[in-house]
């Protein structure tokens, strides 16, 4: 490492952090805060990484080779609060000598919960019925009134087997559902096993016998739009789809057209294809649920989130591996070290 790099680095920070990590990055190094909280000009992203030793971008800023190109020669660490890094040309920062690092594992069971919250209210139809019931529209109990579908027995299609598409299999055990996936390598059988998860090396035909879709892979070249107007039509009109990962695996014109002709029962999304933007179209259907990107919003994810930041900066200064390195696609550990 350069002897540039000091031991009280300047590490630039692009929005607002939890107080308690905001504290602690401040105590420990020489941090610049976003006290605002508004995503940064592109114009604001290229000044501070001219100027900084570590840099510590969210999934809010687009981190383009462009920028990394900008950057000062100090800059030695891109430190993402936030496990994906799809925000970041990974390649471009490799070949710039600049280490990228994620913030993996502390979020999953947090976007695990919120994913199994919307498998469960999306066929229950519960925001739908709290919006009745806030209207005024609730006049007692009927037999035919506000009927969803049950989720014990039903078969649930999970596309991307990693550390949250397994913590979700985890819980839709629990809640009776038959758990099938779809994933670019196939688990270990005692993996497969331990889950009681059925492996499908077809998708289309995962998405033809399944009745709840939950997309949980990273937003990757070769999952941009995966879920299409062809492949929403192999679902069952009775079939549901839960987005907690990347919203550019969805095609969100054709989901939004087959939610609205009833060609599948109903969406639950927490991403967006042009987030912070939501597709018109999806605003007006009652049969979608849409939240505002809080797979990880919990007090905990958040602060163990700062935590490894500051570890791998810490690592960094102490001359380590970093332990949370992201490589670009195809390079293995031993290749960049």
């Avoid at 992203?45 to 190109?69: G, H, K, S, W, Y």
């Avoid at 999306?122 to 209207?135: F, K």
């Avoid at 849409?290 to 994810?301: K, Q, R, V």
């Avoid at 935590?307 to 970093?322: F, G, P, Q, T």
Wanted: with cysteine; glycine share 8%; aromatic share 4%.
């Amino acid at each position: 490492m350069p002897t540039s790099f000091s031991q009280n680095p300047k590490v630039f920070v692009t929005r607002k952090l939890p107080r308690s990590v905001e504290r602690r990055l401040s105590d420990l190094f020489d941090a610049t805060l976003n006290v605002f909280d508004v995503a940064l000009s592109r114009e604001a992203l290229i000044e501070a990484v001219q100027n900084c030793d570590v840099f510590v971008p969210t999934v809010t800023d687009r981190i383009d080779a462009d920028i990394i190109n900008a950057a000062g020669d100090q800059l030695k660490l891109i430190a993402n609060f936030g496990a994906g890094t799809d925000h970041i040309d990974v390649a471009a920062a490799y070949a710039r000598g600049i280490t990228v690092t994620n913030t993996p594992g502390v979020l999953t069971e947090d976007t695990a919960d919120l994913t199994m919250a919307l498998i469960l209210a999306v066929p229950r139809r519960l925001v739908e019925s709290d919006r009745l019931t806030r209207d005024g529209g609730f006049d007692g109990w009927k037999p035919t009134g506000i009927l969803g579908h049950r989720v014990r027995g039903k078969k649930v299609g999970i596309i991307g087997m990693g550390r949250i598409g397994q913590a979700v299999a985890r819980r839709a055990n629990a809640f009776g559902l038959i758990v099938n996936y779809h994933n670019r390598r196939r688990l270990a059988t005692t993996t497969e096993d331990g889950l009681s998860a059925i492996y499908w090396d077809d998708l289309d035909a995962m998405l033809s016998a399944v009745d709840i879709v939950s997309i949980n892979c990273p937003s990757t070249p070769s999952t941009h739009h995966l879920i299409n107007a062809e492949r929403l039509k192999k679902m069952s009109k009775d079939s549901y789809i839960v987005n907690t990962a990347r919203g550019d695996i969805i095609d969100e014109d054709a989901l939004a057209d087959a939610l609205a002709s009833g060609q599948i029962g109903g969406a639950g999304l927490d991403v967006y294809e042009h987030e912070p933007k939501i597709n018109p179209k999806l605003m007006t259907l009652p049969n979608v649920i849409l939240t505002p990107h809080i797979g990880s919003a919990t007090h905990e994810s958040r602060q163990e989130m700062g935590e490894k930041v500051m570890i791998n900066i810490r690592a960094m200064l102490d001359h380590h591996a970093c332990p949370d390195r992201v490589l670009p696609p195809r390079l293995s550990l031993s290749e960049a070290s």
